[in-house]
């Protein structure tokens, strides 16, 4: 059933969604080929974690927009706007809804259902390991930050800052979304990404 629907979703968030270097196309494929690993795992519905997986990104506010919080609650709307156009079955949109606007880490609405927990799960594990490193490069330098503070690049005798440093980002958020996941397996891939993060850092800090 879903796979008629597939070219559909990808159809759209490739012309709806606003993409910037770590929110692109590839960012969604991923989150979702993660999500249906997940799915099967964890015994979850697939009508229900596949199409918010797809749509979760379909729109968000710039960066530094002053109601960015409310990006998922936006994409959420466009999502069930979207999927009624296509005649998805209506009895799965409330809980894609819900698995929409949870995913966001600046929402802070707790997934309430096993598909949610999925999707925030896949979304959030896209910013671990490798591709979770380049990412967080990605973003960093396209506002100018430095690697690390040269003084004090672990941020030992100073606060944080991940505005400046791209450093500081792995203790200001990354690490704290392995310590998030809800679902075993992602627990489990959670920590093996971020065991790659920190051979990361340790590596740098012997090249500084």
């Known amino acids: 059933m879903l796979e008629k629907y597939e070219s559909e979703f990808e159809r759209f968030i490739s ?15 991923r989150v979702v080929q993660t999500a249906r690993k997940l799915c099967q795992k964890e015994q979850a519905d697939l009508l229900i ?71 925030q799960d896949a979304d959030r594990l896209d910013a671990l390991g490798a ?32 505005k400046s440093f791209t450093l500081d980002h792995f203790q200001v958020k990354l690490f704290k979304l392995a310590e998030q996941m809800h679902t075993s397996s992602a627990k489990q891939e959670a920590a093996r990404r971020v065991q790659f993060m920190k051979l990361y850092i340790q590596q740098l800090g012997s090249e500084m």
């Open 15 to 29: 012309v709806e969604m606003i993409q910037d270097p770590a929110h692109d196309l590839n960012h969604v494929l």
């Open 49 to 119: 974690v596949l199409p918010a997986a797809y749509l979760h990104d379909c729109f968000t506010f710039p960066k530094n927009h002053p109601e960015r919080a409310s990006s998922s609650a936006v994409a959420a709307e466009k999502a069930d706007q979207f999927l009624r156009s296509i005649n998805y079955p209506v009895e799965k949109l409330k809980a894609i809804k819900h698995a929409i606007i949870a995913h966001s880490f600046s929402a802070g609405i707790k997934p309430t259902t096993i598909e949610a927990q999925i999707v």
């Open 131 to 162: 591709i979770g490193v380049s990412r967080c490069l990605q973003v960093s330098s396209s506002f100018g930050a430095s690697l690390y503070h040269s003084e004090d690049p672990y941020a030992k005798h100073r606060g944080l800052d991940d």
